[in-house]
């Protein structure tokens, strides 16, 4: 018969056995054993979707004083399949481990994949529970390989380049606004809404490395989608007026009174745009503080006339783009959207967007300083 001493050293020696063996979980990989994708990108051609992952070496990124500090690498794949999602389970037969999707931050479609609709891209997205909706998405035309081959500076990694982070270069000079993808989704889902998708390409003209060209990404336009419809690519020249109606622009700058013969450059920071409708009719109103940058010249030095010549631009780059609306049928400035909004039956009975859709554009331009003294912001007055 077992003492019952002997029993209970027993019972805690099985016990220890048990809870060593337990302690550690076993399903669980260390950070070098998974593959992390940092973006996906999109394109459909010959009758298939083509899926472009990027993957960045995360260790590298992460880096610590005194650990290896070579240059990050970056893998892009590229899979295709009959469907979206039958084009990602193609990347899983050469990608070694698992890979991780829920750092994924940037989404990249190509024109083709916008033309064939966003609705499979944002359904096989969204049924993943390791995806986010936050992702940055932009369009191109360029290959999505090449999108998402290109470096930063210093060595850095795509991870520290606009197609991860638009938001640095977007609050010093703002155009298109970068989107995320749940708001883009709300947006073409929205009745009467044109939503767009900022365009990104290659610039290899613009920056040198020791004398060798590199290559950086810059947006060079927007594509335009109509809930289900897709409504084309525009070059960022032809869409100048667009920013001065969007919602939160951070930082605008516009050569007075044209980029051909500059007089003086104003800066605008927060400039507010309202949307008035009535009657089947909407006026739009720009309100904008702003300082002068540089003046190249004195033709005009009366801050009155500075002011009036500036609201002329701006007034003139939105009437353009309404113009432009009109002509290709695409509404940049949202004024049906306003118009739904605003009466839903008037709008009913008439769909489309008309010249007489714009009631009037107005314009008001202050300018409160000379910049260079915008710390202590001055009477211009005297320029009076």
């Known amino acids: 018969m077992m003492l019952p001493a002997f029993r209970k050293w027993l019972f805690i020696a099985l016990a220890s056995v048990l809870i060593i063996s337990q302690s550690g979980c076993t399903d669980m990989k260390e950070m070098k054993d998974l593959n992390y994708a940092t973006a996906i990108g999109v394109d459909y051609k010959d009758g298939k979707y083509h899926t472009y992952i990027q993957m960045v070496d995360l260790m590298k990124v992460a880096k610590t004083e005194g650990g290896d500090t070579s240059p990050a690498n970056m893998w892009v794949s590229e899979a295709e399949g009959e469907t979206f999602n039958s084009a990602f389970f193609d990347v899983y037969k050469t990608s070694q481990v698992r ?17 064939q609709g966003f609705h499979e891209i944002l359904d096989g997205l969204t049924r993943y529970h390791e995806f986010r909706l936050t992702p940055w998405v932009y369009g191109t035309k360029e290959k999505i390989s090449d999108i998402l081959s290109v470096r930063g500076f210093f060595g850095q990694t795509s991870l520290d380049t606009i197609l991860h982070s638009p938001e640095s270069v977007f609050q010093q000079s703002s155009q298109l606004k970068p989107i995320e993808f749940f708001k883009l989704a709300k947006q073409i889902y929205e009745p009467a809404y044109t939503a767009f998708v900022p365009s990104l390409s290659v610039n290899d003209s613009q920056w040198e490395e020791n004398q060798i060209k590199e290559p950086k990404l810059s947006v060079n336009g927007a594509f335009f989608i ?12 032809v869409l100048e007026g667009i920013r001065w109606v969007i919602p939160k622009m951070a930082r605008i700058q516009v050569l007075i009174p044209s980029e051909e013969e500059p007089q003086f450059l104003p800066v605008f920071e927060d400039p507010k745009a309202n949307y008035k409708a ?3 009719r909407v006026e739009i109103e720009v309100e904008a503080k702003g300082y002068i940058t540089n003046r190249d010249n004195n033709k005009t030095t ?12 701006i007034k003139k780059e939105i009437q353009r783009l309404f113009d432009l609306s009109i002509e290709e049928n695409t509404d940049f400035l949202n004024l049906e959207h306003t118009l739904y909004r605003d009466n839903w039956k008037v709008w009913k009975k008439n769909k489309h967007l008309t010249q007489e859709s714009l009631k009037s554009i107005k314009v008001n331009v202050e300018l409160i300083h000379s910049g260079g003294s915008k710390n202590r912001v001055l009477e211009m007055d005297y320029m009076r």
């Open 226 to 237: 109509k809930n289900k419809s897709y409504k084309g690519f525009y070059s960022r020249k």
């Open 278 to 280: 009535k009657n089947g």
């Open 302 to 313: 009366n801050l009155k006339e500075m002011e009036d010549l500036t609201e002329a631009v």
């Open 99 to 115: 890979i991780i999707w829920a750092h994924v931050t940037a989404i990249v479609l190509s024109e083709s994949a916008l033309e």
